[in-house]
């Protein structure tokens, strides 16, 4: 598949989904002790957009007293993302991404995401076609790919959403955009490059990466040598 390539260097996400709920200071603790990681990636489930739950932002202002230098990517699995992206941005979101298919305005939850001083994701489900988020593509900071059905970790890659990366990076390329591309789900050091032919520049890992025996090597598979992350 012709490569567009991403003008970002490769990041990757990890996860704290994956790590053991009664104590994620750990799981921070793991990502946090591996530079060059810079995000982390926080799943929020309502049990009504997903069929699961998971943690709110009381749990995100926790961790995020614990750190200061991770980037939080907050991928709100919402059906009204609107009604919680003030309370995730102040319990200290960086980033926050919100699904096309849940019930809100996205200009306007773009907006707001905006105002409170975070940057933007729109995040699309497998079976939602690039077209569907066209409309704001210049007003995102990262379109996240779900390469599963969102809900749970530990699920296999849907490799029927390659051919959907490759047309968002095309499209940022023809449009002079900005944004990163994400992927999220089943992403492990092989399909993460299957990803990063089709021009995605950040992967979130939750099981692969907390189980791999050695995260360094992980990281450099996944994101390459890149010594200036
Ligand atoms: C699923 C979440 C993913 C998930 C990734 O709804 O959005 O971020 O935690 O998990 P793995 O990497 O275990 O597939
Ligand atoms: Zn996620």
Redo the contacts with the bound molecule.
């Keep these: 598949m012709a490569a567009i390539a991403s003008p970002h260097p490769r990041f990757l996400a990890p996860?704290i989904?994956?790590g053991d709920h009664a104590q994620l200071i750990e799981a921070l603790d793991t990502v946090a002790a591996h530079f060059p990681i810079r995000w982390l990636?926080l799943?929020i489930m309502d049990g009504h957009f997903?069929p699961n739950l998971s943690f709110g932002p009381q749990t995100v202002a926790d961790l995020r007293k614990r750190n200061k230098r991770l980037f939080f990517d907050t991928?709100l699995?919402l059906s009204h993302p609107d009604k919680y992206v003030e309370a995730f941005a102040q319990a200290g979101s960086d980033l926050i991404c919100v699904h096309v298919e849940a019930d809100h305005d996205i200009a306007s939850t773009l907006h707001k995401i905006r105002e409170l001083g975070c940057l933007r994701g729109l995040a699309l489900n497998p079976d939602t076609p690039a077209a569907a988020v066209e409309p704001w593509l210049d007003q995102v900071e990262l379109v996240l790919v779900m390469t599963?059905w969102?809900?749970?970790?530990?699920?296999s890659f849907i490799s029927s959403t390659l051919p959907k990366m490759a047309e968002l990076a095309q499209l940022r390329s023809d449009r002079g955009l900005n944004f990163r591309l994400e992927v999220?789900?089943?992403?492990n050091t092989e399909t993460a490059l299957k990803c990063a032919d089709c021009g995605v520049d950040t992967f979130?890992?939750?099981?692969?990466f907390f189980r791999a025996a050695n995260h360094r090597q992980f990281i450099e598979a996944v994101c390459g040598p890149q010594a200036d992350y």
């Design positions: 996860s989904l994956a990636h799943d997903v991928h699995m599963v969102p809900g749970f970790g530990g699920q999220d789900g089943g992403i979130v890992a939750g099981t692969a």
